[in-house]
């Protein structure tokens, strides 16, 4: 299908190790969104992008976590020196258009573990 | 502070009966409502939006109803089906903020044989 896929669908790490999430965004869609999601709670904003600008970070926990869009379409998540807090699904999202008041697309996500 | 969450964390409904998942929200600003389905293993899946313009929109066997007075959101689902077993989750997104959306914490939706 034409959804959002994201690679790898789980990663195992050991405390300490760096990892890189990647989301391929539904084609033509502006807006990227990453959401961290703990077992049994709804999801939690990470960052946002718009085409290849980075335009809200705030929900990034520290400054372990970096994500970039650097062409406008595929992104990755990449987290640092991992922490056994990091354990967590991480979601990707897209949206059509820039601005809010519409819905965003999920996929299936990548279910992280820290060792 | 801005929250979205559930009245009850489970619900069991028998199989053919309509099911009404509720929603409380806080945050008046608030303009654009989401409900999500997220089934085991996999992302949300949008079911249906409301903005703060409307106080009902209906979709496939799925209906919204927006309460501004009381700050409420309900999903109602008729004729439950077994694939509509998974947990619920209603989201919103104050207004002039472009990016996020706030989800509450769920509604695990079961479905009785």
């Known amino acids: 299908g034409a959804g959002v896929s994201q690679s790898p669908r789980y990663k195992v790490a050991k405390r300490g190790q760096d990892v890189a999430l990647r989301c391929d965004p539904i084609s033509g869609h502006v807006s990227l969104f990453w959401y961290q999601q703990a077992l049994g709670q709804g999801p939690e904003f990470l960052t946002y992008f718009q085409n290849e600008a980075q335009l809200d970070k705030s929900g990034l926990p520290s400054d372990r976590f970096f994500a970039e869009r650097p062409e406008g379409s595929v992104s990755t998540l990449k987290i640092q020196r991992t922490q056994q807090e990091d354990s967590a699904v991480y979601l990707c999202?897209?949206?059509?258009?820039?601005?809010?008041?519409?819905?965003?697309?999920f996929g299936d996500g990548t279910r992280l573990s820290i060792l | 502070g801005e929250s979205v969450g559930l009245h009850l964390p489970t619900l069991s409904v028998q199989e053919g009966d309509n099911s009404i998942i509720n929603c409380a929200y806080s945050n008046s600003a608030s303009d654009y409502f989401i409900w999500y389905k997220q089934e085991s293993g996999k992302g949300p899946q949008f079911i249906i939006d409301i903005r703060s313009n409307m106080d009902k929109r209906q979709g496939q066997r799925v209906t919204v109803l927006l309460n501004k007075t009381v700050k409420h959101l309900s999903l109602q689902i008729a004729a439950t089906q077994p694939g509509d077993s998974a947990v619920y989750f209603c989201a919103e997104n104050p207004m002039n903020r472009d990016d996020k959306i706030i989800f509450g914490k769920g509604t695990r939706l079961h479905i009785l044989p």
């Open positions: 999202a897209s949206s059509f258009a820039e601005g809010g008041n519409q819905p965003q697309h």
